[in-house]
């Protein structure tokens, strides 16, 4: 933290010495060095309070940057199946406009319904294939 040599250090002992006196400078050093680890635990703890502060505006960030992703390929997806979706009604309109009438579907019967028709007859069933 200060560039102090060994040097400086001697004179500034001496010089507390002669000020202070050789009964109090024991209590005086232990305090002054009790009040530089309150001060040195309080810069660490400033320094991990900005750490985590820069941390957590970075993953803000991120956050911010996967919901746009996700948006913007939420909107892709969709735009593509509304895409898809107008091509198979545009393919099933001109199918059924070039089928002709009696080979056309029912409205009343279901792809499903028509496989069913088709198995064996069971009694439940056929009962309902026959009737439409």
């Known amino acids: 933290m200060f560039d102090i040599g060994f040097s400086e250090l001697v004179i500034i002992s001496l ?20 009040l530089a680890g309150r001060l040195r635990r309080y810069v660490d ?20 940057d996967m919901r746009q992703a996700a948006t913007n390929f939420e909107t892709s997806v969709q735009s593509e199946i509304s895409k898809t979706e107008g091509d198979l009604n545009a393919a099933a309109s001109a199918a059924a406009r070039t089928m002709p009438r009696d080979r056309r579907p029912s409205p009343r019967s279901s792809p499903r319904r028509r496989a069913e028709c088709s198995r064996t007859p069971s009694s439940r069933i056929w009962s309902s294939c026959a009737s439409g």
Do not use: F
Not at 17 to 30: D, E, S
Not at 45 to 64: F, G, N, P, T, Y
């Open 15 to 34: 010089i507390a010495l002669i000020v202070i006196g050789p009964k109090r400078l024991p209590t005086v050093a232990r305090t002054i060095g009790h």
């Open 45 to 64: 703890d400033v320094k991990a309070d900005i750490s985590r502060e820069a941390e957590v505006d970075e993953l803000r960030k991120m956050r911010d």
